[in-house]
């Protein structure tokens, strides 16, 4: 059957981030729908952030489309250009190529559940926005790789 | 800003199925939020189904991965090999080429809304696997095209 079990689901809390930048992860968990289908062309997540938490560091996908719908509470979109509240019942998309940071913080005093989809390319370049966040992310085929700004490896 | 205004979003009840097939679309309609966000790697739908209504003929894709997630209301997960009820909170994947015809009808008697995920894969066919829907979709390129099950188009 197709459906997902979410109750036994495995939560993931593992963050991609090297250190100093992986303590913007506290307080996000991830259930991967698409993968624990075995879905391969797109991700959806069905992600929880506590008060307080991120969903990222501010940043935009050069080659993969996302999508965000919020299931329950609120969240403020905060992008290079402002900030907009997203309510449950909201949705947002962020298109492939658009050089506008973008993260999702909860200032609630609520956890907010939302859904985030993005596609599943073969290669994809993740750039971070803020100036004080030296990373970016690369993925040449293999999955995603931490580099410096300056091309050099973590 | 990337918000979709879906208050005031266009609402799709239009049905690419030819007569009698498109009788099966009537009390579905769709709000393409991933085309408002203009969004061309995959279409995200916000998919109201009222009491009674279906959300297509059964059918699966060759191509293309598909994901539901139930915002509210409850709604039947009809397959060839059998029926799950899904509840708001739950999702079911449908991966490529996976030949289990699949359609969600709604049997309560309260409205169900839920998102639809697809790829939009450049190329794919779209099987209808009851006996008497004597109709397949086919996209080679141009968009979805019908055509009887010998190869006829309508």
Redesign the interface.
């Known amino acids: 059957?197709?459906?997902?079990n979410?109750e036994t689901a495995p939560v993931r809390t593992a963050c991609m981030y090297p250190p100093p930048y992986d303590a913007q992860c506290a307080g996000r968990s991830k259930i991967s729908?698409?993968d624990?289908?075995?879905?391969?062309?797109?991700g959806?997540n069905?992600t929880p952030l506590s008060p307080g938490a991120a969903s990222a560091h501010q940043h935009w996908h050069k080659h993969?489309?996302e999508?965000v719908?919020v299931?329950e509470g609120e969240v403020m979109?905060v992008?290079d250009d402002?900030e907009?509240l997203?309510r449950a019942?909201?949705?947002?998309?962020?298109?492939?190529g658009v050089e506008?940071g973008?993260m999702l913080v909860n200032r609630s005093d609520q956890e907010v559940v939302f859904?985030e989809?993005g596609?599943r390319?073969e290669k994809d370049v993740c750039t971070y926005t803020d100036p004080d966040v030296d990373m970016q992310l690369v993925n040449g085929g293999e999955g995603w790789k931490p580099f410096h700004k300056n091309g050099e490896p973590y």
């Open positions: 059957m197709p459906k997902i979410i729908l698409g624990l289908g075995h879905l391969s062309q797109f959806v069905l993969e489309d999508l719908y299931i979109l992008e402002g907009t997203l019942g909201d949705a947002a998309t962020f298109k492939a506008n973008h859904l989809v596609t390319g």
